[in-house]
């Protein structure tokens, strides 16, 4: 149970979260896994012969997508360790913890049955990585319950960009329609998170404003106990699905800076206000990292074609990608 000013900032944002649990009951919508997987499409192999990436054709960026994807949705008993412990289970904190891992639960059943009748991953490695995954819980834990109202903020928003630009990548209509149904259940999550954010920078602006520095200084993806996890991250990012230009201009722009206006925020102590423009400092750097990793990668598929000159590729590029 938390306590102290943690305990202090839950109490005076509950009635925000009473308005937002309703306004999120009203606005998701049911849906069931099974109607969304193409059953028809199940392989028909032996179940014990060796995997073929040829059954299901794919970037490997995408691959590596689809695979970090779900296991970062595997690790949901720890998520729901962690918001258990910050926010707390009595009242509508808990009522919101319980009605979110019921809706998160059902992004693994359908992504993984997904891949099952597809072939689309190796499935004694999804296994494997599974277990280690969900044996180890590796999941950022953070001190402060501000500081986790703004990662979980984040890390929605990121998750929502990460499967909706997997699926946009994918070949067929069924893969795009599952990505995106479990993308949309990770928008209305990030809108409750968003908004809570917003109410605290009312409620205790120095402490907030501390906390987003902090969270986006120290921001990692949930999937970063999956065994070769960088590896995966830097196909991904090569893939234009998630990096730091998709970071910067799909979550920290739109949302730190014009959202939640941390420029604007006034009656900060001096500590905050150091801590503020240590972060827009920090943002325009990202940005600038993001431009040049573009860049740099839009040269090396240049040297890589061959029949095409920089500029050409460089316009295929996904600028606006997540992180």
Do not use: C
Not at 22 to 47: C, G, M, S, Y
Not at 84 to 91: C, E, H, I, N, Y
Not at 300 to 315: C, E, K, M, P, S
């Amino acid at each position: 149970m938390p306590t102290g000013t943690d305990a202090a900032l839950l109490h005076a944002l509950t009635p925000k979260v009473v308005q937002l649990l309703e306004r999120h009951l009203a606005t998701t919508k049911e849906w069931f896994p099974h109607q969304l997987v193409p059953w028809t499409r199940a392989v028909e192999a032996d179940p014990n012969s060796e995997w073929e990436p040829d059954t299901y054709p794919v970037a490997p960026g995408v691959r590596s997508a689809l695979f970090v994807n779900l296991l970062t949705e595997d690790n949901l008993p720890y998520y729901f360790h962690t918001i258990d412990r910050m926010f707390g289970a009595d009242g509508p904190w808990g009522e919101w913890a319980r009605r979110w891992t019921a809706e998160e639960g059902r992004h693994s059943i359908v992504i993984r049955d997904y891949l099952t009748v597809t072939g689309a991953v190796d499935p004694v490695a999804l296994e494997r990585a599974r277990m280690h995954q969900v044996s180890h819980g590796v999941v950022p834990d953070p001190e402060h319950a501000v500081d986790g109202l703004v990662y979980v903020a984040l890390q929605e928003l990121a998750t929502r960009i990460a499967h909706r630009s997997t699926g946009k990548l994918l070949t067929d209509r069924a893969g795009y329609e599952v990505m995106a149904r479990v993308a949309a259940d990770e928008n209305l999550h990030f809108l409750f998170y968003r908004d809570l954010v917003t109410a605290a920078l009312e409620v205790d602006p120095s402490a907030t404003i501390s906390a987003i520095e902090r969270q986006v200084r120290g921001f990692e993806m949930p999937g970063t106990g999956i065994v070769d996890f960088g590896d995966h991250a830097l196909a991904i990012a090569k893939a234009g699905i998630y990096d730091l230009s998709v970071h910067h201009d799909q979550i920290l722009v739109p949302v730190v800076l014009r959202h939640w206006e941390v420029e604007a925020v006034e009656g900060l102590t001096p500590e905050a206000e150091a801590d503020r423009q240590r972060l827009v400092i920090r943002i325009g750097r990202i940005g600038r990292a993001g431009r040049r990793m573009v860049e740099r990668w839009a040269e090396q598929a240049a040297r890589t074609a061959g029949d095409h000159d920089v500029d050409d590729v460089a316009d295929r590029q996904p600028v606006a990608a997540s992180a």
